[in-house]
């Protein structure tokens, strides 16, 4: 049997092509029963059948129980579903069509759907950019979706509030706190505010990775950093591996590029060889991040608490995700070890191991499985992790405590915890976490005697109580 795969493995399931047909696999190697359109994401399946559209659309669990179900017969308005995209974060974008008697296509628009397959946004879109291979994502940073309407790209959030106007000929998908756009022929990057930080300039540019992209002017391809410099250290790389010309039939010339990776290659005289970037993105400054937070923020990216793909937006909250990531690089900049290593030593089982028992319908790396084999992280209890919801302050203050207790507190001072006059509105599991935060000196009020337990957690803020912990637990 000839197969062939571009997919990583996504919730244990992978999808190779063989004679044209598509064929899943589980992560062990056997045959999974069912072969849905995409790799299931957030325990969901999605079926249609090319050669019989009237049969319409499944949208089933992952033991084949149908959802919901879409109509293959034209609405009264003469339109049908005939596609739906894998969810995320809830919603899934929704394909529907008009057709005339010789099948056609009259009109056509995307919207989204939520999970009993009611559309929540008018179908009047048409085209969206998504990240991810083995993390699928229409809703990326800021929450924000890079969405085509009336010819022009905008973004908007789950509410469909129009974040960044469709004025833009393209806009991919926001990571970092940054998205490439174009606009004219031309590419430049612009912030989730909407505000340009490279003009639009550059012939292509990818997404930004480690605070890092590839940018190309028609005549050769430099490496630049979120201000749109040329990181002039990392001239020596060859990008040739990166970046692909392709020549059109009349003559013009379009450039793709892939973002830079954490090796790379680079060239010394006829020699190639990998290298491993040594790249730490500039200092936040007063526009970044608020006074009160400037100083522990920069300690905690100078005590190597911060990825670098998470030093921007720091006013912005934080997500569950993104707080994994947290508290994976605290554990190894802890221990000196890969979380890898932590996890082994810790549990007596690898962290693959825990990734194969799949213990989230949405979450499958390892820094929010590291996290979850060591007892730090827990699920919603409907199956998932919700990597992309906001963290809440009473679920930072349990997270923390958590951390502060598996590391070991015995040399930690304690105070007595402040009394809060919202304290009856923390949930009754997070009630102890907050008084011994508070105690520790590791996460305060927010004013007027309150705590806030339901209010999100800010990036700066989570920067800061982890910089806090990591310095009373290493004294």
């Given amino acids: 049997m000839d197969l062939k795969t571009d997919n990583c493995f996504y919730g244990g399931i992978t999808a190779f092509v063989s004679n044209g047909e598509t064929i899943y696999f589980k992560h062990d190697g056997t045959l999974f029963p069912y072969t849905p359109k995409y790799i299931p994401t957030e325990g969901k399946m999605i079926f249609w059948n ?36 894998p969810f995320n974060q809830g919603l899934a974008m929704a394909d529907i069509a008009k057709f005339d008697e010789n099948g ?33 994502k229409i809703f990326n940073d800021g929450g924000l979706a890079s969405i085509m309407k009336g010819g022009k790209y905008g973004a908007v959030d789950k509410n469909e509030n129009t974040r960044i106007p469709f004025v833009y000929d393209k806009i991919f998908t926001f990571q970092e706190g940054l998205a490439p756009f174009m606009k004219g022929d031309k590419w430049g990057v612009m912030d989730i505010y909407g505000n340009i930080v490279v003009d639009a300039k550059y012939q292509n540019i990818t997404r930004f990775n480690g605070g890092l992209a590839i940018a190309h002017d028609g005549t050769r391809a430099i490496i630049i950093d979120r201000t749109g410099a040329e990181v002039k250290s990392l001239s020596n790389i060859d990008l040739s591996a990166y970046v692909q010309e392709v020549k059109m039939e009349d003559g013009t010339v379009l450039i793709y590029s892939n973002p830079p990776s954490d090796m790379l290659i680079y060239k010394s005289g006829t020699s190639y060889g990998y290298t491993k970037i040594d790249f730490a993105p500039a200092l ?42 947290l508290l994976t690089q605290f554990l190894e900049t802890y221990y000196n070890k890969t979380i890898d290593e932590i996890v082994l030593d810790k549990t007596g089982k690898t962290i693959d191991n825990f990734i194969n028992e799949y213990p989230f319908n949405d979450a499958f790396t390892k820094e929010i499985i590291g996290p979850y084999a060591l007892g730090l992280i827990n699920g919603n209890g409907a199956g998932g992790f919700a990597p992309c919801d906001y ?72 920067f800061v109580t982890m910089n806090r912990l990591f310095e009373a637990v290493s004294k």
């Fill in 104 to 136: 056609n296509v009259l009109e056509y628009g995307y919207g989204f759907i939520n999970t009993e397959g009611k559309f929540v946004t008018q179908p009047h879109y048409r085209g969206f950019y998504q990240s991810g291979v083995n993390n699928y």
């Fill in 391 to 462: 963290i809440t302050r009473q679920d930072a203050a349990s997270l923390l405590a958590r951390l502060a207790r598996f590391v070991g507190d015995e040399g930690v001072e304690k105070i007595e915890a402040t009394a809060l006059a919202d304290f009856s509105y923390v949930a009754d599991y997070a009630k102890d976490n907050v008084k011994y935060v508070q105690s520790i000196k590791v996460m305060n009020g927010t004013g007027s005697g309150n705590f806030s337990p339901l209010g999100y957690y800010t990036k700066q803020q989570a």
């Fill in 50 to 85: 090319e050669e019989k559209p009237e049969d319409g659309i499944n949208v089933t669990d992952m033991n084949g129980n149908v959802l919901f179900h879409k109509s293959g017969e034209a609405d009264k308005n003469g339109y049908i579903t005939t596609r739906i995209y």
């Fill in 284 to 325: 936040p400054t007063e526009k970044d991040v608020d006074s009160w937070a400037m100083d522990e923020v920069t300690k905690a990216i100078g005590n190597s608490l911060v990825p670098n793909e998470l030093q921007n937006i720091y006013r912005e909250n934080i997500t569950r995700e993104d707080f994994g990531v």
